[in-house]
């Protein structure tokens, strides 16, 4: 049978082309080895992502025992963790007992949890006495007040090199209470544990629960909390008003705010003074929001609470003075007070102040933290006018509450003369009391 003629031609033309392309022929450049196959893209590498294992706490209150059951629970990634070691107080901390090995040590407990995960329980005595009637952490049958670095203990965890925690707190409370907490609260109902300054991240800051009368709001950026017991004469609403006014100052000096601030207020039989936390406050709620003196007991305590300088030796002059100071100076920038009532203030300070010889004591109060208030605000003075009043103290503080760490007064030198860019080794030696000034120029 005869092909198509069309495909008659084609075929004469595959011919041709094989005939041209031997020897002889009419040629084109002969193929050279066929190219190698592209290596596959190489894959941007970073840092290797963490390791990660669950951490999960959860305390059970138990008002009528006036304890909470606290359980420590491993879940994935455990076999990253070979042990934790808490640093207990034998007198609050009780009963310890769990999965793998849990032994006692001298003020310390050491547990070794199966390479599977697993579980540590133990009791916490939640009162604690802070003087002879008066107490820093305490249950009732309608209301219980302490830190979270007491409901858990500080712990040292020996882990595998980069392995991280995933922290969670949940709450078991008796019907009718409710929390108060410096924590972000999860769809679950537990509460996200996040310290990036640690590997095993426990609850710190206060913790409010019970029937409780509290005020939420948005202030600067931060999810603002102020709490306290149904029937204590706390007055919410003012504390709230006064941390409207003061807490944008407090961010402009910082730069930011933390995510979460908790004010916690009750009356007695609590200690009548302010305590602080990571992130939060405690607050007596006869305390006035304003002393006489002019300065606030609650700015006090929220300056330690958001800056979180923490005194070296010879260092506390340093943190209550800034603290005592700033306290006014939120005040003031703020427009809470005027600027004569600001200048009789420090007046008032340095009165008090004046027959201080040293400030490097082990602890600042009463006249040595006027003194130091003088010094530090004389300080700000120096700074303003050696710089045309581009630098001031509120340079060093936020660089003190970016880099943490100790403060003695050698460091806080250094940091002030870094700041400066110059030394002022004169100043300190004319204007800072101190029992040793340091060995700087």
Do not use: C
């Amino acid at each position: 049978m005869r092909r198509p003629a069309r495909l008659r031609a084609a075929a004469l033309a595959l011919a041709t082309a094989a005939l041209l392309g031997r020897p002889g022929g009419a040629q084109s450049p002969l193929p050279g080895p066929a190219p190698a196959p592209a290596p596959p893209a190489a894959e941007e590498t970073g840092p290797p992502a963490p390791r990660v294992y669950d951490l999960r706490y959860e305390a059970r209150l138990v008002p009528s025992q006036r304890v909470a059951r606290v359980t420590v629970r491993l879940g994935s990634g455990a076999a990253l963790v070979r042990w934790v070691r808490f640093a207990v107080d034998p007198q609050r901390h009780v009963d310890f007992r769990g999965d793998g090995a849990v032994e006692a040590e001298p003020g310390a407990v050491r547990w070794t949890p199966p390479r599977a995960g697993g579980a540590l329980h133990y009791t916490f005595r939640i009162d604690h006495l802070r003087d002879a009637t008066s107490y820093d952490a305490h249950v009732t049958e309608t209301w219980a007040l302490f830190r979270g670095d007491d409901l858990v203990p500080p712990a040292r965890v020996d882990a595998e090199r980069g392995a991280l925690a995933r922290a969670r707190l949940r709450l078991r409370l008796p019907d009718g209470w409710r929390a108060a907490v410096p924590f972000e609260r999860l769809p679950d109902g537990r509460y996200a544990i996040e310290n990036p300054e640690r590997r095993f991240d426990r609850p710190t800051g206060w913790i409010a629960l019970g029937r409780l009368g509290v005020l939420r709001e948005k202030i600067a950026g931060s999810h603002v909390a102020v709490a306290a017991p149904v029937g204590q004469g706390a007055r919410r609403l003012d504390l709230l008003a006064l941390l409207r006014w003061t807490l944008p100052a407090l961010r402009d000096l910082l730069g930011a705010l933390p995510d979460r601030v908790l004010v916690a207020a009750a009356g007695d039989p609590m200690w009548r003074g302010g305590l602080s936390g990571p992130r939060s406050v405690y607050v007596h709620a006869g305390r006035p929001l304003i002393a006489p003196d002019g300065t606030s007991p609650l700015l006090h305590e929220l300056f330690h609470a958001v800056v979180r300088p923490q005194a070296g030796p010879g260092g506390d002059w340093v943190v209550e003075g800034l603290a005592e100071l700033y306290s006014l100076e939120l005040l003031v920038r703020s427009k809470t007070i005027g600027k004569a009532r600001y200048r009789r203030a420090l007046e008032r300070f340095a009165r008090r102040g004046a027959g201080v010889a040293a400030l490097d004591v082990e602890v600042a109060t009463g006249p040595v933290a006027a003194r130091a208030v003088t010094a530090l605000h004389a300080l700000e003075r120096e700074l303003r006018a050696g710089s045309g009043g581009a630098i001031g103290l509120d340079h060093v503080v936020a660089r003190l509450a970016g880099e943490r760490g100790e403060i003695t007064t050698e460091r806080f030198r250094r940091l002030v003369d870094e700041v400066a860019g110059r030394s002022l080794g004169g100043f300190f030696r004319a204007n800072v009391p101190l029992a040793r000034q340091p060995a700087l120029p």
